[in-house]
């Protein structure tokens, strides 16, 4: 069977829809309540994806196999030319083909169309493959003294890619 995920059959394009915000939630709430609990700042950034990633500035990405969302991610403004990398999910059914690579790369791109100098983001050390995904573009761990407060009770990875 060939794999459904090929650059030819993957689609990645920026929030469009509600159907595509309720996506992004659904895929977002769905590994977080796997792994650790809902949090405040996750409903807030779940349940308004465009409010409060897309409109003060920054972007939201969905990937899709013909109509079905598999994966999202988005880039949030945090300070002057510095994006977060914000609420990557990958369905389970189509993690390891490549598609959390392709979100970053569109997030990559856009965050330097927009003027970034940096990109940070913050995960946990139980998310092994996606901290060594981020790993993989360049991203650096933050010392203790260069990490900044987090909202995230779960947070205890923080990395930061300097762009050129």
Not at 94 to 112: S, Y
């Amino acid at each position: 069977m060939p794999d459904a995920t090929t650059a030819d059959a993957l689609v990645i394009t920026d929030i469009a829809t509600p159907a595509d915000s309720d996506a992004f939630r659904t895929l977002n709430e769905a590994w977080i309540s796997q792994f650790f609990t809902l949090e405040d700042e996750d409903r807030k950034l779940l349940g308004d994806p465009v409010g409060q990633i897309v409109e003060p500035g920054g972007a939201a990405f969905v990937a899709r196999l013909g109509d079905t969302v598999i994966g999202c991610v988005g880039i949030a403004p945090v300070a002057p030319g510095v994006f977060e990398l914000v609420k990557m999910a990958v369905s389970p059914a189509h993690q390891g083909h490549g598609t959390g690579r392709k979100l970053i790369v569109a997030a990559l791109d856009r965050a330097r169309d927009l003027g970034a100098h940096r990109v940070v983001l913050e995960s946990n050390a139980q998310l092994a493959s996606a901290v060594h995904l981020y790993e993989a573009f360049g991203f650096r761990h933050l010392g203790h003294d260069e990490v900044a407060p987090s909202p995230y009770v779960r947070a205890d990875v923080h990395m930061a890619l300097d762009l050129s």
